[in-house]
Structures are given as structure tokens and as C-alpha cells.
């Protein structure tokens, strides 16, 4: 292997992806325990060595092991190293960083309400269309308010206040129905029951920090602790998209480079286009289609081909196709559907090798001069230098205790935002609407008095009604008074009305 390339495994010829092409995307696909999870692994590895930085989320546990050196005294694995092409095998830890979105295994990940804005917080939430349109309606409400919506509180507060004036919302904004309202309420109820409040909020995360090398030229390879995150499938697609999506709207263009600026795995991807919405996939189709020019690879893993809609499928150069199980009419189908995509190598059957393939034995195929896929190969994957596996929660705290990252994140800021804003604007409405109350209360007991004094003759003693009325008029002068002043001119004017 030279130059800027990823030694992916070896059949009849080695299989490189170069890394001038990496930027163009890809696809590892395969049934569970075919293999996914190693190629995701010296992926990480390759990409890593050549000075890219890498994303990845580990959903079981095992790729952690990336930043343990993997098992020296293993034969087995210098043996198919040389299998597989590589001129030297030595076992070597690479730099990770760890994160995680509830901060327990890893650095925080937070992003504001307004970050994810209402598309990502409509596929969150699982709101219908209608529903999007009132939210919608609360952005643009904010925005114009300069409402800042960072956490969970700050949009639960703007639709009780939402809910609270609907008729003044509906004059500037257009209507606004209470059951939408109280669908929202519940949903983000429910999203907060799964944790999601810890993803919401400050300090928000810097994506330059997801694109770090060392000073030996190695890059960072950031691991996503989401064993936890990935039990609210809904949440851990949005937030991936999340993260995809910043990346597409804050780096610049780049162009044509020899290397990727970023390398984005997206595990378990069917997860991200179950039930989504056309608005939903159409975004996902741009963002693909146009980030590889800011020198971001975007690389999906999942079970079946057939996950990934065609319109992002076709954008996907660099494939490595593990075994697919035909035992259901759909499977058959999978598997006539990736025999199409791969460029065909005469004397190979490529429907028959995806069935036929092993365990660590995957399809190949990587654009190559001019960005025009290889012929597929069938290949042995070459073993990863890091250690296949999950790593202690000693080990794990000692690499946290090394990140460049330590304590940036960890501490929870919470400035005044919306919350703070709607509840002062809330006490000054209550302050505002008291005091006329109280000085209408003082009015009327005054007029009461006046009257009843122009009735009486000058020298008669007071009645028990004018009594009363002077009593109420003296105890609107303060705000227990004030009370009491309504409640007994209450009763004296019904007993009037009454006579």
C-alpha cells in the first residue's frame, strides 16, 4: 500500500479505498454477525493513520476497543494479516475521545432547541403535519421575540404561553389550535422521560472539536457512547442527522482534496428512514449530496441495502457488501438489489457470493481513477490493529482523563433564555392586570359612596350599606383589601339587585 489509501482486505487483487475518493461516501452493509462491525473498525483505523479525523457511534459497546492496543500475542491475526496484504502488523491503541449525550460514559453533547430548529424536532417528536406548522409557527414566534429556546423548559414555556394567547397569536401568526398545543405538550413530555432533556442545553458542542489530529498527524477518532441513546431509536437518528446537517451548514466549501476533512460513520442507518417523512428524506438527500464538497465522507452501516433509499443509495461510491441471508421473499429481493450495484468481475456470481460469503469475507468494490468503481472483489477483511472488543470502565476513564476535552463540557450553563423571559412577562401581565382590577374595585366602591352620601340627609347617621361601601372603598387601598373589597361588593351588589 502507498499514498493516501485504506487497505480494506485482499481476494485476487488488494482492495484499496484512496483517500482522494473517500469524500465520495459508501456503504457497509450486512446481515448481524457477518462482519459490519470489524470493517467499521479498520475503517476508523485506516482513516486515522492517514490524519483524518473520524465520528463514529458505538451502539453495543465493542468499538471502544479502539483505543485499547489489540491482542499481540494473537497468531491468528498476524497470520490473516499477511492474508490479507499488509506488509507489517503491529497492535496499537489509536486517540479517541469519548462522548455521549447523557455524559456518563463520555464528554456531554448538547445543542440548543433553535439548533435543531423544527424540522429534526418534528421527526423527534413524531408530530404530523399540522403539528409541524405550530411549531413551526413558536420558531418563528421566538425569532421575532427574541425568545433564545436552549432547553426542554424554554419550549415547554412558550407553548403554555402559546396555549394561554392563542387569540393574539392567531391576529400576527395565524391560528393556533390548543389540541396541537397539547399533542406537542405530551410528546415533549414523553421525550423528556427518555432523556432527552440532557441532550438540550449549554455548552453547546464545537464541531471543530469533532475534527482533531495529534501531534503525530494521526487523527481523533470521536466514539458516541450510544448503548443507552440508541433504546430511543427516534432520538438517536435525529440527533446523527443533527450532527450531519451542523457539519453541512457551518464548514466551508473545500473542493477536491487529497483527504477528507471528516469521516462520518452512520451505524444502524435504517433507523434514520423508518417512517420518515418525504421532507425528511429529501434533506437527508441534500445534505448527501452536497457535504462531500465541504470534505466530509459520510459512510451508513446497516443490515440491508435496501434500508437506505435509492436517491441516496446511488451516491454511495465505496461499498463493502458482507452476507445477506435470503430466507424471506424481501431478503431475496435484498439480495438481487446489491448484486445490481457492484460493477460486475467476469467468472464471479455476485448474487451467489453474498450468500456463500463468511464470517470476516465481504464483496469490494472502491472508485478508483477518475472516480469509477473497481470491479467487485471478493475478499478476506484485513484484522484490526486496536482491540476488537469493549473496554473496562477503568479504561475508559483513563482515556476521558486524557481528552483535550476534559471539563469543557461537563458543567451545565443555564442563562436566561425564554423561560426567564415569558415568566417575567407573565409576573408583569398578573402586577399589571391586579393593579386595574384593583383600581376599577376602588372606583366603583367610591361612586357607591358618593351616591349613597347625596341620598342621605346631611344629619342621618351612616347605613349599614354606606358603611360597607366606605369599608370596601378603604380596603382597596391595599392587596388583601383589595380581595376582600371584591368579594363584599360582590355579595351587597347582588343583594341590591335583589330588593
Same mark, same amino acid.
Given at each position: 500500500m502507498s499514498g493516501n489509501q485504506v487497505l480494506v482486505g485482499k481476494g485476487d487483487v488488494t482492495c484499496l479505498l484512496e483517500g482522494r475518493y473517500a469524500n465520495r461516501h459508501g456503504l457497509v452493509?450486512?446481515?448481524?454477525?457477518?462482519?459490519?462491525?470489524?470493517?467499521?473498525?479498520?475503517?476508523?483505523?485506516?482513516?486515522?493513520?492517514?490524519?483524518?479525523?473520524?465520528?463514529?457511534?458505538?451502539?453495543?459497546?465493542?468499538?471502544?476497543?479502539?483505543?485499547q492496543a489489540g491482542d499481540s500475542a494473537n497468531p491468528k491475526l498476524a497470520e490473516r494479516a499477511v492474508k490479507?496484504?499488509?506488509?507489517?502488523?503491529?497492535?496499537?491503541?489509536?486517540?479517541?475521545?469519548?462522548?455521549?449525550?447523557?455524559?456518563?460514559?463520555?464528554?456531554?453533547?448538547?445543542?440548543?432547541?433553535?439548533?435543531l430548529g423544527p424540522l429534526l424536532l418534528t421527526r423527534m417528536l413524531d408530530l404530523n403535519e399540522t403539528q409541524e406548522g405550530v411549531l413551526n409557527l413558536l420558531f418563528k414566534y421566538a425569532d421575532d421575540n427574541g425568545l433564545l429556546l436552549l432547553d426542554l423548559k424554554d419550549l415547554r414555556a412558550l407553548l403554555s404561553f402559546a396555549a394561554d394567547n392563542t387569540e393574539a397569536f392567531g391576529r400576527d401568526y395565524g391560528a393556533l389550535s390548543k389540541a396541537s398545543?397539547?399533542?406537542?405538550?405530551?410528546?415533549?413530555?414523553?421525550?423528556? @422521560?427518555?432523556?432527552?432533556? =440532557?441532550?438540550?442545553?449549554?455548552?453547546?458542542? &464545537?464541531?471543530?472539536?469533532?475534527?482533531? %489530529?495529534?501531534?503525530?498527524?494521526?487523527?481523533?477518532?470521536?466514539?458516541?457512547?450510544?448503548?443507552?441513546?440508541?433504546?430511543?431509536?427516534?432520538?438517536?437518528?435525529?440527533?446523527l442527522l443533527w450532527l450531519l446537517s451542523e457539519l453541512f451548514e457551518n464548514l466551508p466549501e473545500r473542493?477536491?482534496?487529497?483527504?477528507?476533512?471528516?469521516?462520518?460513520?452512520?451505524?444502524e442507518a435504517h433507523l434514520l428512514f423508518n417512517d420518515a417523512p418525504k421532507a425528511?428524506?429529501?434533506?437527508?438527500?441534500?445534505?448527501?449530496?452536497?457535504?462531500?464538497?465541504?470534505?466530509?465522507?459520510?459512510?451508513?452501516i446497516t443490515q440491508n441495502p435496501l434500508d437506505v433509499p435509492e436517491s441516496i443509495l446511488g451516491q454511495l461510491g465505496n461499498r463493502v457488501q458482507h452476507a445477506l441471508r435470503a430466507?424471506?421473499?424481501?431478503? @431475496?429481493?435484498?439480495?438481487? =438489489?446489491?448484486?445490481?450495484?457492484?460493477?460486475? &468481475?467476469?467468472?464471479?456470481?455476485?448474487? %451467489?457470493?453474498?450468500?456463500?460469503?463468511g464470517v470476516g469475507e465481504a464483496?469490494?468494490?472502491?472508485?478508483?481513477?477518475?472516480?469509477?468503481?473497481?470491479?467487485?472483489?471478493?475478499?478476506?477483511?484485513?484484522?484490526?490493529?486496536?482491540?476488537?472488543?469493549?473496554?473496562?470502565?477503568?479504561?475508559?476513564?483513563?482515556?476521558?482523563?486524557?481528552?483535550?476535552?476534559?471539563?469543557?463540557?461537563?458543567?451545565?450553563?443555564?442563562?436566561?433564555?425564554?423561560?426567564?423571559?415569558?415568566?417575567?412577562?407573565?409576573?408583569?401581565?398578573?402586577?399589571?392586570a391586579t393593579a386595574a382590577a384593583s383600581a376599577q374595585a376602588a372606583e366603583k366602591a367610591a361612586a357607591l359612596a358618593a351616591k349613597a352620601a347625596a341620598k342621605r340627609p346631611a344629619s342621618e347617621p351612616d347605613s349599614l350599606w354606606e358603611t360597607a361601601a366606605k369599608s370596601a372603598a378603604r380596603a382597596a387601598s391595599s392587596e388583601v383589601g383589595r380581595k376582600i373589597g371584591r368579594e363584599l361588593l360582590r355579595g351587597l351588589l347582588g343583594s341590591f339587585s335583589r330588593r
Open positions: 452493509a450486512g446481515a448481524t454477525g457477518t462482519g459490519k462491525t470489524i470493517t467499521l473498525q479498520i475503517l476508523a483505523e485506516g482513516f486515522a493513520d492517514l490524519g483524518v479525523p473520524v465520528f463514529l457511534a458505538d451502539i453495543k459497546g465493542d468499538v471502544a476497543g479502539l483505543s490479507t496484504g499488509m506488509s507489517e502488523f503491529r497492535t496499537q491503541a489509536y486517540p479517541v475521545v469519548f462522548w455521549d449525550v447523557f455524559g456518563e460514559q463520555g464528554h456531554p453533547v448538547r445543542a440548543s432547541i433553535s439548533d398545543l397539547g399533542v406537542i405538550q405530551r410528546s415533549l413530555l414523553t421525550l423528556e @422521560q427518555q432523556g432527552a432533556e =440532557a441532550f438540550f442545553g449549554e455548552p453547546a458542542l &464545537k464541531l471543530e472539536d469533532f475534527m482533531q %489530529t495529534t501531534l503525530e498527524g494521526r487523527g481523533v477518532i470521536n466514539i458516541l457512547a450510544a448503548d443507552k441513546l440508541y433504546q430511543q431509536p427516534r432520538l438517536y437518528a435525529t440527533f473542493g477536491d482534496a487529497d483527504l477528507p476533512r471528516l469521516v462520518f460513520f452512520f451505524d425528511l428524506i429529501d434533506k437527508v438527500e441534500q445534505v448527501v449530496r452536497l457535504i462531500r464538497s465541504k470534505g466530509v465522507g459520510v459512510y451508513f430466507f424471506t421473499p424481501r431478503d @431475496q429481493k435484498a439480495v438481487k =438489489a446489491a448484486a445490481e450495484t457492484f460493477r460486475a &468481475k467476469p467468472g464471479l456470481d455476485v448474487a %451467489t457470493a453474498i450468500l456463500e460469503l464483496l469490494v468494490s472502491t472508485l478508483g481513477e477518475g472516480g469509477v468503481p473497481s470491479p467487485v472483489e471478493r475478499a478476506k477483511i484485513r484484522p484490526p490493529r486496536s482491540r476488537m472488543g469493549t473496554v473496562s470502565a477503568e479504561e475508559r476513564q483513563i482515556t476521558l482523563g486524557r481528552s483535550p476535552f476534559k471539563g469543557r463540557y461537563d458543567a451545565l450553563v443555564d442563562r436566561e433564555s425564554a423561560y426567564e423571559m415569558l415568566q417575567q412577562r407573565a409576573q408583569a401581565q398578573m402586577q399589571s
